[in-house]
């Protein structure tokens, strides 16, 4: 079945440090890949997407890249706030599968 | 629009009790569904319903019930709460079953089964 794989947390970086959170999945067909974010007492909340191979998903700054070839999509940002802290998801959703396959999310702290 | 609105927060049960959560979307969005977060698990679907009147079970259905008689409710009963069902339920909906589509969350629920 499909499955997610990501960053094993926690991550602590300093104010403005470079951010990267990877995530790598394994999936028949041709997936949609999520990065969903969860700040602290909320729901989850889409940060960004890719729906096919080579698309560059982007927002707030971070951007991931939805690479086939190495069946990854990792969260990257050039530098990191504190109102970055929260925990990060990589989710994936085959076309007809109705459901989001789930990382086991990173918690991230930015310190400032 | 309220979005994805969830009731109650909070909730305390003792085993053996029943109760159900509530979950609203004002959005008109045809898929709904409902999750549980557990720590180190991520998200495991429970539940999920891409219509009024459908429903379907996910990864985790046990112990859940689900029912959908309008597009904007779905509300998820426990029928008799055991321990193992202590986690934090979301609800999602979003406009259609496809899989590009963003889902939208609510705030959750805090479940503990004592």
């Known amino acids: 079945g499909d499955s997610v794989t990501q960053m094993e947390g926690p991550v602590t970086l300093s104010e403005e440090a470079f951010l990267t959170i990877n995530c790598t999945y394994t999936?028949?067909?041709?997936?949609?890949l999520f990065w969903y974010v969860q700040y602290p007492g909320e729901g989850l909340q889409l940060l960004l997407k890719a729906t096919k191979a080579d698309d560059k998903g982007s927002n707030k700054g971070f951007e991931a890249t939805y690479r086939k070839e190495t069946t990854s999509f990792h969260l990257e940002k050039g530098s990191v706030q504190v109102s970055d802290s929260a925990v990060y998801f990589c989710?994936?959703?085959?076309?007809?599968?109705?459901?989001?396959?789930f990382g086991t999310g990173t918690r991230l702290t930015i310190i400032p | 629009n309220a979005g994805v609105t969830q009731t109650p927060k909070f909730q305390v049960l003792k085993t053996g009790q029943s109760m159900t959560l509530q979950c609203a979307q004002d959005m008109n969005h045809e898929y709904m569904s409902w999750y549980r977060q557990d720590p180190g698990m991520g998200l495991r679907l429970i539940h999920y319903?891409?219509?009024?009147?459908?429903?379907d079970q996910g990864e985790v259905p046990n112990g859940y019930n689900v029912s959908r008689s309008t597009t904007e409710d779905f509300p998820l009963r426990l029928l008799s709460a055991a321990p193992s069902q202590t986690s934090v339920y979301f609800c999602a909906s979003s406009p259609t079953s496809g899989g590009t589509d963003t889902q939208y969350f609510g705030p959750g629920t805090r479940l503990t089964v004592l």
């Open positions: 319903s891409v219509g009024a009147g459908i429903t």
């Open positions: 989710a994936l959703s085959n076309f007809g599968n109705e459901k989001l396959t």
């Open positions: 999936a028949t067909g041709y997936p949609s």
